[in-house]
Each structure stands twice: as C-alpha cells, then as structure tokens.
C-alpha cells in the first residue's frame, strides 16, 4: 500500500461524499462488487487491487456535474444526458493531474464504454478488462437500487436484464455474478436507503 495514494483517494472519495452522498455509496458497493468479480476471474492480488481502486473513483468526475442535473428527480433532456455522459472524462482528467492515480485512469475513463461499440465515450470495442468489470457492476448496482424515476430490480431481474443485453457486456463476468448470487448473498445484500446512479 503506497500511503500517498490511499491519502489522495480518501481525499477524493470524501469529496464526492460532500457532494453527492448517493453517488459516494454506488461507488462503495460498486467496489466491493468489483473486486469479488476480480477475484472469481482468479486475477492476482495487484490486479484486483487496481480494479477496486478503480472501481472506487469510477464517477469521480460526477463532482463536476452540475447538483442539479445530478440529482434531477426527472429524465434528463438530451443536453443534460450529454452533459452527465462528460464525467468519465472529467474523471480521467482529475487523476491526470495526481500522479499517483494515474494508472487508475483507464478503469474510470472506460467504465461506461460497451463491448459492442455502443458506450462513450469514445465508442471502444476493446476495453480493458478492469473497465469490463466495473462496468457490468455497476450496470447491476444502478439497476437493484432505487433511482430517481425507476424502481430497483430484483438481483435476478438485473442478471436477466444484463444477460439480455448480449454483446453489450462480457458475458463471462455476467455469469460469474450470477453464481456469486446463488453462492454468496451478501455481495448482493440490499441497503434499504440507497438510490444508486449509473449514468
Ligand atoms: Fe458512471
């Protein structure tokens, strides 16, 4: 553990816990949900480390997202939707500038990119498996909490929504998180008071 790194991200986890607890707590699960993937995909140790990082300060750049569109309890107009789909980026442009961090920017820069070309924000086809992994978790994670304008799923209802979205998602990890549900129900324990976000 490299004590200044582990400084700069509480740093930057706190500040997004100012900013927009509800987003702070997506973060936290979606986290420890990626590193439970990392670790049925057997990765090593220092990998499963940078996924959690990773995964941690994924929507960091949502700190540069207007509050209002952030927590707009309505669906977001085209220009807001455009608008929220610049946090990756942002993201990847606040651990640009620490040093330390910086081998962390392609899990948050990729993390909304989709396997089938159809994410942003660079459209990608090949993604970084670290990105592959957060994105599938946090994809299920947005999906089984409460939102602004949508109800949260069932953990089986978000496996069959993630599977049905075929090339979208690496299929693998999908599977992998369904058996960590039948095998292991407190990764998918549900916190009553949260409203994950995943835009
Ligand atoms: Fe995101």
Known sequence: MNYDEDKLISHLL???KNYNYETYKHSIRVAKLSYNIANAMQLDL???ITIYKGALLHDIGKVMIPINILTKPDKLT???YDIMKLHPKYGADMLEALT???YLIPTVL???ERLDGTGYPYGLKIIPFGAQIVAVCDSFDAMTNDRQYKKAKSAFEAIQDLRECGVKYNQMLVSALG???NTNTKAF???NE???IAI
């Open 14 to 16: 706190l500040s997004l």
């Open 46 to 48: 220092k990998e499963k």
């Open 78 to 80: 085209d220009l807001e």
């Open 100 to 102: 330390p961090l910086t």
């Open 110 to 112: 990729y993390h909304h």
């Open 179 to 181: 058996n960590m549900k």
């Open 189 to 191: 324990e549900k916190n």
């Open 194 to 196: 949260n409203n994950g």
